[in-house]
């Protein structure tokens, strides 16, 4: 889990009155603790900071360094009562708790978390998930009508199989990949420009 998909998201969640409610909230894909990338307290060399005003002044993205720390999953403060689903999809597995295994791409697993979540939550996992349409499908189907999923995942990144890496999305392809569920799209669009979309839907009904 990246440190600066949780701030934008945060300011997601902010914009549609998402926090502070006490509603019940499913993070697929996440594990009580996580390995987190801190960009903001990681130190870049001379040189890396010479590059990357190089490649701004080119009209180019440059990139942070990143520190990984192992920690509770941050979305507990904004969301106290999170539960969890994790099968293994993301890397961020660290074999602690969850709160189901289901697999998420299978419908009859499913079946009995329908309409039972006010909103459910997904970082940097259905690049894992061999079957994406079935798994935004049945995100949206664990929501109570008129609630949120919010899916965040990557474009451009580095290979990472936890067990495997299939996929990279851009904001079409995640409007695609929700195109026929009983979703309706709030915002689409990257968190970073190149690196990582994110799409917020609430579901009709």
């Known amino acids: 889990m990246r440190e600066t998909s949780v701030i934008f998201a945060r300011s997601v969640f902010e914009r549609h ?10 993070d697929v894909g996440g594990t009580p603790e996580v390995y987190f990338q801190l960009d903001s307290e990681a130190r870049l060399s001379t040189r890396q900071r010479v590059r990357n ?4 002044m080119l009209g180019g993205q440059p990139r942070a360094k990143s520190l990984i720390d192992v ?10 009562g999170i539960e969890y689903l ?6 961020e597995k660290l074999d602690t708790d969850q709160d189901y295994t289901v697999d998420f791409t299978i419908d009859d697993q499913v079946e009995h978390l329908a309409d039972r ?5 997904s970082f940097d996992t259905l690049e ?3 079957d994406p349409p079935a798994f ?8 109570k009508p008129g609630g949120y999923v919010y899916l965040q995942t990557v474009f451009s990144y580095v290979y990472h199989p936890s067990p495997e890496d299939y996929f990279r999305f851009s904001p079409a392809g995640l409007r695609e990949c929700f195109r026929q ?5 709030c915002e689409c669009d990257w968190e970073e420009y190149n690196v990582a979309p994110y799409i917020l839907l609430t579901k009709d009904g």
């Open 53 to 56: 005003t190089l490649v701004n």
């Open 17 to 26: 009155g998402l926090l502070g409610n006490g509603d019940l909230v499913l």
């Open 181 to 185: 569920t009983q979703g309706t799209i």
């Open 86 to 91: 994790d099968r293994g999809y993301n890397q």
């Open 117 to 121: 979540f006010s909103m459910a939550v």
């Open 128 to 130: 894992h998930v061999a």
């Open 136 to 143: 935004c499908r049945n995100l949206l189907r664990v929501v």
């Open 71 to 80: 920690r509770p999953n941050p979305l507990a403060d904004l969301f106290p």
